[in-house]
């Protein structure tokens, strides 16, 4: 069964930065593009970064484009999202997420908080 | 971007069939997904590809997709069942995912 481990979350003040990690379990990891997903509190689920399974293609939302930056490094089966600039907004707790092929989400973390506030 | 449009809220007696609409322009052109959620936990794959299910989900669990609408059915509903469900798809034009606002379901 594959696990996905998210970490890098925290407390931060407006403007500084964050990067997010997220760790795969097993020997698939290269096959599978990736997503993150967000959720503030109380809210629904947002759609943030997508990233290839050679790192070459990425997109991501409005909302974070020129911001954040999503890489990924297979020989240590890893996901990241670089967050800089980052706003009140961006308040949320932060899933990754493996994307089966067919653009659904098959397997999904227990996410990393994130809370920018002074 | 595209809009996916879900009621806010779906109540169901015990036993009885809830179906939660996912509205969009000409979805039924386009592949659609549904998560559960329950609270204090990361979402559940349950339909993709309109209608299939993953291994492990109920066959309670069904989905169809026609015109402007996307249906997830949860037939003979359980209390277990309680949770917000989103829709999902891939905005090929935009090359973005969109989500559903969430449906909460509440068995009665």
């Known amino acids: 069964e594959v696990k996905l481990v998210e970490s890098g979350g925290g407390l931060i003040q407006p403007g500084g930065s964050l990067r997010l990690s997220c760790v795969a379990s097993g020997d698939t990891f290269g096959r599978y593009w990736m997503h993150w997903v967000r959720q503030a509190p109380g809210k629904g689920l947002v759609w943030v970064s997508r990233i290839s399974t050679d790192g070459s293609d990425t997109s991501y939302a409005d909302s974070v484009k020129g911001r954040f930056t999503i890489s990924r490094d297979n020989a240590k089966n890893t996901v990241y999202l670089q967050m800089n600039s980052l706003r009140a907004d961006d308040t949320a707790l932060y899933y990754c997420?493996?994307?089966?092929?067919?653009?659904?989400?098959?397997?999904w973390g227990q996410g990393t908080m994130v809370t920018v506030s002074s | 971007s595209y809009v996916l449009t879900q009621p806010p809220s779906v109540s169901v007696a015990p036993g009885q069939t809830a179906r939660i609409t996912c509205g969009g322009d000409n979805i039924g052109s386009r592949s659609v997904h549904w998560y559960q959620q329950k609270t204090g936990q990361a979402p559940v794959l349950v339909v993709y590809?309109?209608?299939d299910r993953p291994s492990g989900i109920p066959e309670r669990f069904s989905g169809s997709n026609s015109g402007n609408t996307a249906t997830l059915a949860i037939s003979r509903v359980e209390v277990v069942d309680e949770a917000d469900y989103y829709c999902q798809l891939w905005d090929t034009s935009r090359d973005h995912v969109a989500f559903g606002g969430g449906t909460k379901l509440t068995v009665l």
């Open positions: 997420a493996r994307d089966q092929i067919n653009d659904s989400f098959d397997v």
């Open positions: 590809d309109d209608k």
